[in-house]
């Protein structure tokens, strides 16, 4: 079964299951992952910082947040925390716009937010497909570990 995943949403799931979410632009798509139990969560994070805004409701939207509900969530699921790695993908410049307003760097901002975050929980980036100009489809396969990447007019990839 395809678990999926929403637009500031998150989801857990564990192998044969895979996790997939759709129109990565300036988003990024988080996942963590034990390798041991092939437990896996992705979370689809669309701004960086959740004390400029408040997170409200919904902390998957932000990077802070959204990986601390995630880590939660994949624990309540049974991975162990020592053991996750993580993957990410997305965080485009999707527009040509002055590049050296902050307000338009979304996803070079949000790339950087889910990297520190990491970091500040102890979990090891292990492989990324970030910035450039365009859109990411995402699909995460607990069995095996991939993370298979799609964009219009380019070939696959898989992190």
Same mark, same amino acid.
């Given at each position: 079964? #395809? ?27 988080? +996942? ?12 689809? +994070? ?27 969530? +994949? ?44 970091? #500040? ?16 489809? +995402? ?21």
């Amino acid at each position: 079964m #395809e678990v999926k995943v929403g637009m500031a949403d998150l989801n857990v799931c564990a192998s044969p299951d895979s996790i997939i979410t759709l129109g990565l632009g300036s988003c990024v798509g988080a +996942v963590l992952y034990d390798p041991t139990t092939k437990i896996c969560g992705m979370v689809h +994070v669309m701004l960086p910082d959740s004390t400029t805004i408040g997170a409200g409701n919904n902390r998957a939207k932000f990077a802070d947040t959204g990986l601390d509900e995630l880590l939660k969530e +994949v624990i309540k699921k049974g991975a162990k925390k020592e053991r996750l790695v993580a993957k990410i993908a997305g965080g485009a410049q999707m527009f040509s716009v002055n590049k050296s307003s902050p307000m338009l760097r979304v996803g070079e901002r949000n790339v950087e937010a889910v990297k520190k975050k990491l970091k #500040e929980l102890g979990i090891r980036l292990i492989a990324e497909d970030t910035g450039d100009s365009y859109g990411r489809t +995402v699909i995460f396969y607990p069995e095996t570990g991939e993370y298979l990447i799609r964009a219009i007019g380019k070939d696959p990839k898989t992190i």
